[in-house]
Structures are given as structure tokens and as C-alpha cells.
């Protein structure tokens, strides 16, 4: 049985009980968890489970794999995980950021989004082809503040690639088209009416949780492809 991923459906589940499935003294996976594992450019939550500290968690396959400081003992069969909210919730707000600006930047200057790393203070994001002016980085980060503003809900939800195919804009179909073939139903983070984008990771519902955005710096990584550094103020 794969562990259910308590994240997908409600990212603000920060405890929650589990019975153990395996136990490698190093690791154990769960039969369900809320515990993110490190991927797609966002790092891995740390937390408790009862009182052993995890220090990283890893998705191989089907199995999500909560390392331990210490090994849990082998007769315990239940858990309660507690996750590191603070890093958690900042992380959040920072992936939930990322899909913001790289939605603007795309609709406004047809840049894609070659990479990106989150983190809790600060993130970046590659884009390609693309060299901004600062006017074009006051802009963005206007249109950014001005979305913010508006309170606009963000919602998560699986669906066919097919039925995502037919509806996407064709900017964006790239993004979906990339998703591996074994993947049937795909996970579709949407900010009403701004973006789509397939992600597994964890978002806010809502971008009034996300705060100003404040452009750190921006780099040349290669011919066409500007990295952005960015983070949020609250
Ligand atoms: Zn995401």
C-alpha cells in the first residue's frame, strides 16, 4: 500500500497519527504522513514523530521514507508527527510565490521557468530566455503586489491529462506536456484565473497570505537564462 499524502489534500495539516508499515531502524515509512519529502525545487519538512526528531524525508517510489535521529523502537506500531510549522508555513508561502511570478513572467515577456529552489528565506527562479530591464522588474513585481491584493484563492486538484490537455492556454501546454507518461492524473495547482501549472508540492490557498515581493538580485546563468532572486515581506 502507498502512503497517502496527507499534504496533497490539506497542506495546512501540520499533526497528524500514522500506524508504522516499516520499520529500518535509519528510516520508516508510514501508512499515511503530512511530512513534504525533499522535490521539485522544494526542500524536505523536518519534524517529530512522538518524540524522535526527523531530520529529512525522501520519496523512493511508492515509499516516503522518514529518516530519525534515533531509531523508533520496534514494538511501536502508532505514531503522532508534528511538523516544523514555521519553516513549513514560509516554505508555502515562498512555492506559492514562485508559480506567481513565473505565471507573470510568462503571459508578459513568454518566459519559461527552467528551474527553481525554494527556501524558507530566501528563493530563486530560472528563466529562459529572458534579460530584464529594471522597468520590467518593476512591473512584475507591481503586477505580483497587485494579485496579492486582490485575495485570489489558489486551489489544488488531480485531473486527466486529457481533459487538461483540451483546456490549457497554449503557453502553458509545454508545462503539462513535460509530465511523465506514467503519470495519469496530474495535479493541477490553479490560481483562479491567473495560472495552471502540474506541481506536487505544498502551496497557500490563498495569495493574500503570500506579502510584498522584494527582488533580492538578478543574475546571468548562461546565454539566455536570468536567475531571480526573491522573497517575501510580510
Ligand atoms: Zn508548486
Not at 41 to 55: A, H, S
Not at 57 to 85: A, Y
Request: aromatic fraction near 8%; proline fraction near 4%.
Amino acid at each position: 500500500m502507498a502512503t497517502e499524502l496527507i499534504y496533497l489534500n490539506d497542506s495546512y495539516a501540520r499533526e497528524f497519527d500514522a500506524r508504522v508499515t516499516k520499520n529500518m531502524g535509519e528510516y520508516v515509512v508510514l501508512d499515511r504522513t503530512a511530512f513534504y519529502p525533499k522535490g521539485g525545487g522544494q526542500p524536505t519538512d523536518t519534524g517529530f514523530l512522538n518524540d524522535i526528531r526527523v531530520t529529512h524525508v525522501q520519496k523512493k517510489g511508492d515509499e516516503v521514507r522518514h529518516f530519525l535521529e534515533t531509531p523508533l523502537s520496534g514494538s511501536t506500531k502508532e505514531v503522532h508527527g508534528v511538523i516544523d510549522w514555521e519553516p513549513r508555513y514560509a516554505r508555502m508561502r515562498m512555492h506559492t510565490a514562485q508559480h506567481l511570478v513565473s505565471a507573470i513572467v510568462l503571459d508578459d515577456y513568454k518566459a519559461t521557468t527552467a528551474g527553481n529552489q525554494i527556501h524558507e528565506d530566501r528563493s530563486r527562479i530560472d528563466f529562459k530566455p529572458w534579460r530584464p530591464s529594471q522597468e520590467e522588474l518593476k512591473l512584475v513585481k507591481q503586477k505580483f503586489d497587485e494579485y496579492v491584493e486582490k485575495a485570489i484563492p489558489v486551489k489544488t486538484y488531480f485531473t486527466t491529462r486529457e481533459r487538461v490537455m483540451e483546456e490549457i492556454d497554449p503557453l502553458r501546454r509545454n508545462l503539462f506536456s513535460r509530465v511523465p507518461a506514467f503519470v495519469k492524473d496530474i495535479r493541477v495547482v490553479e490560481i483562479e484565473g491567473v495560472d495552471k501549472c502540474p506541481c506536487a508540492g505544498t502551496h497557500v490557498k490563498n495569495t493574500n497570505e503570500l506579502g510584498e515581493l522584494v527582488v533580492i538580485e538578478t543574475k546571468s546563468k548562461g546565454a539566455e537564462t536570468t536567475r531571480l532572486e526573491y522573497t517575501l515581506k510580510k
